[in-house]
């Protein structure tokens, strides 16, 4: 290792590390470039503007209801053949356009000053926008073209930015489907410039509050600070301004307002146009019903701009905006900007990960390459004698006749091996990067730990010069003064030589600053979660992807191919990089296959992820308030009528699932009935009537019977084999638990588990046997265990043998927990254990007081925070997995392999009853295969053969048409609407929780609150704002209850001590545990309408934001805290969100706003504050 990092910091190599930003005369704008013409002389400004762009778009390019930029690709390096021709032809029609823009400009620039076309280009583009804004005052709307537009910018817009906006322009609403970093911002751009020219107003809006924040800041810079504002959860700045960015949570809520019948007032007074950026958001799982919601509840008459990454289907999206909205038209572009070149870092090398055309993968990394260089391994380990031959007379094996070799295949255990010795550490990447000048780069790595980790092990390498280091340290300075409490201690070192990590874990502020050095050239490599691949402006040379796959909340999951092209989307810098690179990596259970699948899987459709809300049913179905007056008791007055069931029903079924549902739903249908309708009368023909009858009919009687008889013996053999084998099974688990139990007291034995995986491929993993899971007390291991533990009754009972549970209800399988050499944890029962070794790990403390090793390694197992996944499972209990940690690394190097453990060392062997059971199994084996080999001799025993494997052949046909229906079912399942079904579990909710009364749409106060909230269960914070306890409580015991409301998803770094946590005062714990009651009772009636909308009230932080807001200082909050800077942040800012949202809320008592108030106040202050500029 650190030879390694000497060589990074080494002359050698950094003579080879050039410049990251060269200078370039070519104007940069949104990250876009310039191309570069020979300068003409204009007779004005106009005619230059409008002559620098005469390719005479309406005459050669046709705009329709879709269109796409394709058919205008650059040439990418790798293509087959047959593209070639097409590419030549988009060449020439370029060149055409080219001269004919070159002629004009000639013609034009006789009479032209050359000193007008050099102020043209000294302008800023907020210039050039005020002085289109203001000839649209003395002209009018109408001189307001797709050139004109195109004009504020120094550079050739492109053909599908081009094509969009003259869509716009036309008053259609626009979808574009483009990948990621190719200008789709400038498309909505333009439509503001238009939009603001014209005196009326644009809303943007974007998934994120961070990528709020940046485009508040770049729109600034375009329409200047009074006609720009920003409304966000957290910050509103000036509302009323032409350009409002907000988040989509935001502009849902004003909709709300504008079709909801509760509410009064609209908040979309003077608006044209709403951008929706990220709009393929709209299949995110939690969030994706927010951008349905919008395009349902936009005003017709309001254009919509959807800016989308590419997808699979954008023409259905556009479909149904037509169908729901208004005319939409369809952009879409395949054309990045800066091509990309995909590579594969292993720990020796950087190859390409594709071959010369781009269309397979590389043969270096494939697998019989690796099994060739696995075969060499193997012939130089052979005897000295073998290679000295060698050495003399040469090798005869060649890389080109990789087919021709004639060893075995290697096993998935070997394939593993060798992916293992392949894996590179960051450093070797990051060499690899550095000498072929791919730097800098965005390291994706999928958890927070680990990009703080990669930071500290680069704090050795110095990627910065001095030149750069001192701006680095004179930004940091800086930074500090104005920002004292937002400065990551631990991450300065790493930023100090060019590397930083970027997460949720960190302060916005400080992930705000790191994006300003990543984006001047100071910092070279940053390492940050997914997140950052959402749309935020951080474009590198080089995105490199740590692993294929992720951890959830329910375990690991894979990267989708959107996700990854989402990813690789960041790396090349328009204007600055040739080429962008995107480099995989080796990981033990990944490799170059799995990337190239996955790359070539092919984009993945937006789905709709519709679902009703609490908010959603109050405001679309509420019509009367209830309105007391002094003179008049109890009499209702009816503000509005609301919607029916029926209306709102109509609106709610405009869902984008619908739209897909009723195209596909009916041909589903149809071929799901023809299929179970197929699968029935083949099932009848191959029951055991009609194979006897047909049997009967073939064969002549004394073959007949003959052949019955034997059957009938043999199905009695095989019923008998079964029972040998369960028993045999019985004893092997009898010995085990005994053996585990003996040979643990006084060690930690080896021992071998063995299972098949998904796709039959059968694994050994050696591992050191830990101890059976009911002898440790951690009571999070514990509690995972016996959740797991009670599913094996309820598998075993399920069997339709019953002697098989019998047979089982003796034994009792128990969990386990052993650590493998692949520094995994295993849970498993005796079921997957193939033997057990008398070696093992002396279970002796390593000093005089050291805990035992098996006590060390039981505290490591319950302090690790990942999720175990299940491998294999059967009626005799599961095997799980969990990935290990560093600290139990060391442990799992000292389990040795398979190979090196002898068999006489198997202590599975001395049980005699065991060995007995299995002679008895073996010997019951044989007499099966010795009376199958006598029906084979039988006289009608051909003509039975046929028979057979006709009803063999007809069962897999069956078995296919079976799962191709339960695709089918799962199909529907999707594309079914569901969110009708939600809405009225919902409604149930509501009217019987006597916030809406459904007979008469009159709202109650409870309602109305409800209604007017944002959060991710309406009516439950509605009932806890409305309730009188919380008006005892002082203003920062108010916050510490509504921060017990909000902190779902916030955790505790579960590898330090939680100790240092504060805890809340009486007060507060008492006005939660009166919550809890009504709590429980809310979320049995969410549970009898089939409802679940978590309910959150969690105290565990509430003593962290009750001590904020009494004023602690925030390196109080923080000394020796086990929570993240970035989480605390989170739950401040939840917490500031939901008491400013109170003193609004209608029928809310005085003194609640009032304390509410006062506590938003004190607890939004550095260095939480939110970003705004």
Same mark, same amino acid.
């Given at each position: ?20 930003? *060269?200078?370039?005369?070519? @104007? ?5 470039? #310039? ?19 005469s ?8 705009? $329709?209801?879709?269109?796409?930029d ?15 021709e ?32 050099? !102020? ?34 120094d550079?050739r ?35 503001a ?59 849902? !809520?004003?909709?709300y ?52 990454a ?14 729901? #909205? ?12 800066? *091509? ?14 594709? $071959? ?18 696995a ?5 130089y ?11 003399? #007379? ?5 890389? $080109? ?100 990590? %970027? ?13 300003e ?40 999951i ?12 960041? +790396? ?8 962008? %690179? ?39 179905? +509420?019509? +009367? ?6 003179n ?8 509005? +009528? &609301? ?8 609106l ?12 596909v ?18 099932t009848?023909?191959?029951?055991d ?14 073959a ?33 638990k ?39 007390? &951690? ?14 009754p ?13 047979? #089982?209800?003796?034994? &009792? ?10 520094? @995994? ?50 009626e ?27 068999? @006489? ?16 199994y ?109 008006? $005892? ?18 955790k505790v ?10 805890? *809340? ?10 919550? !809890?009651?009504?709590r ?8 009898? %309408? ?84």
């Open positions: 290792m650190n030879s390694t990092l000497s060589i990074l910091s080494s002359p050698c190599v950094s003579k080879f590390y050039p410049s990251l930003f *060269p200078s370039s005369s070519s @104007s940069q704008t949104l990250g876009f470039y #310039h191309l570069q013409k020979p300068k003409p002389k204009p007779r004005s400004f106009n005619s230059f503007r409008l002559l620098s762009l390719n005479s778009p309406n005459s050669l390019i046709p705009v $329709d209801s879709q269109l796409s394709a058919d205008n690709d650059d040439d990418e390096e790798y293509e087959d053949e047959e593209d070639e097409e590419d030549e032809a988009a060449d020439e029609y370029d060149d055409m356009l080219e001269a004919i823009e070159d002629e004009a400009e000639i013609e034009i620039s006789v009479d032209a000053s050359s000193s007008e076309v050099s !102020n043209w280009r000294e302008e800023s583009k907020w210039q050039r926008v005020e002085k289109l804004c203001n000839e649209v005052k003395e002209f009018g709307n109408e001189i307001i073209d797709a050139n004109e537009l195109a004009s504020i910018y550079f817009i492109d053909k599908f930015q081009r094509l969009a906006i003259k869509a716009f322009l036309k008053g259609s609403s626009v979808v574009v489907s483009a990948p990621t970093s190719s200008g789709k911002t400038l498309i909505a751009e333009a439509a410039v238009a939009t603001v020219a014209r005196g009326r107003r644009i809303f943007y809006t974007t998934p994120l509050k961070a990528l709020s924040n940046q485009k508040f800041r770049d729109f600034r810079e375009t329409f200047g600070d009074e006609n720009v504002g920003l409304l966000t959860g957290d910050s509103a700045i000036n509302k009323d301004a032409q350009v409002l960015i907000m988040t989509t949570e935001i502009l849902r !809520n004003m909709l307002q504008s079709i909801g019948m509760a509410s009064s007032g609209s908040g979309l007074f003077h608006v044209d146009v709403i951008v929706l950026d990220e709009v393929h958001f709209l299949s995110d799982i939690s969030r994706g019903t927010v951008w349905e919601e919008i395009i349902i509840y936009c005003p017709k008459e309001v254009q919509l701009i959807c800016l989308s590419t997808v699979k289907n954008p023409d259905e999206l556009s479909g149904w905006i037509r169908e729901v #909205h208004g005319e939409t038209e369809l952009v879409t572009s395949s054309r990045r900007p800066v *091509p990309l070149t995909w590579h594969f870092s292993t720990r020796h090398s950087l190859y390409p990960l594709l $071959d010369e055309k781009g269309k397979h993968i590389n043969r270096k990394l494939s697998l019989n390459y690796l099994q060739l260089s075969s060499r391994v193997k012939s380990k052979d005897g000295g004698s073998r290679r000295r031959n060698s050495r003399k #007379h040469g090798s005869n094996t060649s890389f $080109d006749n990789i087919g021709n070799m004639s060893e075995e295949p290697l096993s998935k255990n070997d394939i593993s091996k060798i992916r293992r010795s392949q894996v590179p550490q960051v450093v070797d990447t990051l060499a690899q990067l550095k000498a072929r000048d791919m730097l800098p780069a965005i390291w994706f790595i999928f958890n927070r730990r680990g990009c703080d980790a990669a930071v500290q092990y680069l704090e050795g390498c110095r990627l910065l010069d001095e030149c750069e280091a001192s701006e680095v340290e004179l930004a940091l300075k800086r930074f500090s003064v104005q920002n004292p409490d937002a400065v990551r201690e631990i991450a300065v070192k790493g930023l100090l030589r060019g590397v930083a990590a %970027h997460h949720a874990g960190c302060l916005p502020l400080w992930k705000s600053f790191i994006e050095l990543f984006q001047r050239g100071l910092i070279k490599v940053v390492f940050a979660t997914e997140t950052l691949a959402a749309g935020i402006n951080m474009p590198a040379r080089t995105a490199v992807i740590s692993s294929l796959s992720r951890r959830s909340s329910s375990g690991r894979p990267l989708s191919p959107n996700e990854l092209l989402q990813m690789a989307g960041r +790396a090349g810098r328009r204007g600055i990089d040739e080429r962008g %690179h995107v480099v995989m990596v080796q990981t033990s259970n990944e490799g170059a296959e799995e990337c190239c699948k996955l790359l070539f899987a092919g984009l993945e459709p937006l789905v709709s992820q519709f679902t009703a809300s609490y908010g959603m049913v109050l405001n679309l179905l +509420a019509g +009367a308030k209830i309105t007391r007056r002094s008049e008791s109890d009499e209702m007055k009816v503000l509005k +009528a &609301g919607r029916t069931l029926k209306e709102a029903r109509k709610v079924e405009k869902s984008f699932g619908t739209y897909i549902g009723s195209n739903m009916l041909a589903s249908k149809e071929e799901l009935a023809r299929i179970q309708k197929e699968i029935e009368m083949l009848s023909e191959t029951s009537d009609a194979i006897d009858r047909k049997s009967r009919k073939i064969l002549s009687d004394g007949y019977k003959e052949i019955a008889i034997l059957q009938e013996q043999l199905r009695e053999e095989k019923r008998l084999r079964t029972e040998l084998r369960r028993k045999m099974e019985t004893k092997r688990l009898n010995a085990l005994i053996l585990l139990k003996e040979l643990g007291n006084d060690r930690l034995p080896f021992l071998c588990l063995k299972y098949k995986d998904s796709d039959g491929v059968e694994h050994s993993v050696p591992a050191v046997y830990l101890g059976n899971a009911d002898s440790f007390d &951690g009571s999070k291991f514990k509690n995972m265990v016996s959740d797991i533990d009670s599913l094996i309820t598998i075993a009972l399920t069997e339709s043998n019953v002697s098989a549970v019998e047979t #089982h209800k003796d034994v &009792g399988p128990s969990y386990h927990v052993a650590l493998g050499s692949d520094n @995994s944890w295993y849970l498993f029962t005796e079921k997957w254990i193939k033997t057990v070794y008398r070696t093992g790990l002396p279970n002796v403390a390593l000093a005089l007081g050291d805990d035992l090793p098996h006590e060390v390694m039981w505290m490591l197992i319950d302090r690790e925070e990942k999720q175990w996944e299940k491998l294999a499972e059967s005799l209990g599961g095997l799980w997995f969990m990935e290990g940690s560093l600290e139990t690394w060391s442990w799992s190097l000292n389990v040795p392999v398979l190979n090196s453990l002898s068999e @006489s060392d198997e202590v599975l062997h001395m049980s005699q009853d065991y060995h007995d059971a299995v002679e008895s073996k010997d019951q084996r044989s007499k099966v295969a010795r009376l199958k080999k006598t029906i084979a001799r039988t006289e009608g025993f051909k003509e039975y053969k046929r028979i057979i494997d006709w009803k063999n052949f007809t069962e897999d046909k069956i078995k296919r048409l079976k799962m191709r229906s339960n695709r089918l079912s799962e199909r529907l399942q999707e594309i079914e609407p569901s969110g009708w079904k939600e809405f009225i579990k919902i409604s149930n909710v509501v009217h019987e929780s006597r916030a809406l009364d459904f007979n008469t749409q009159i709202i109650f106060p409870l309602g109305e609150t409800a209604a007017a909230i944002r959060g991710e269960n309406e009516l439950w914070l509605a009932m806890v704002l409305r309730s009188r306890i919380l008006l $005892d409580l002082k203003p920062g015991q108010l916050a510490a209850v509504c921060a017990s409301l909000v902190s779902e998803g916030i770094r579960a590898w330090e001590n939680n100790n240092y946590i504060y805890e *809340p005062s009486s007060a507060v714990i008492n006005v939660i545990n009166i919550l !809890n009651e009504q429980s009772n809310f979320s049995k009636l969410q549970e009898k %309408h089939g409802v679940e909308i978590t309910c959150c009230l969690d105290s565990q932080f509430s003593g962290m934001v009750e001590a904020w807001a009494a004023g602690l200082t925030w390196k109080e909050m923080m000394m020796d805290c086990a929570m993240d800077d970035g989480d605390l942040a989170r739950l401040l800012r939840r917490t500031i969100d939901i008491l400013a949202q109170i003193p609004k809320l209608p029928d809310i008592d005085p003194i609640l706003q009032s304390n509410a108030k006062t506590a938003s106040s004190i607890m939004d202050r550095p260095p939480i504050s939110e970003l705004t500029g």
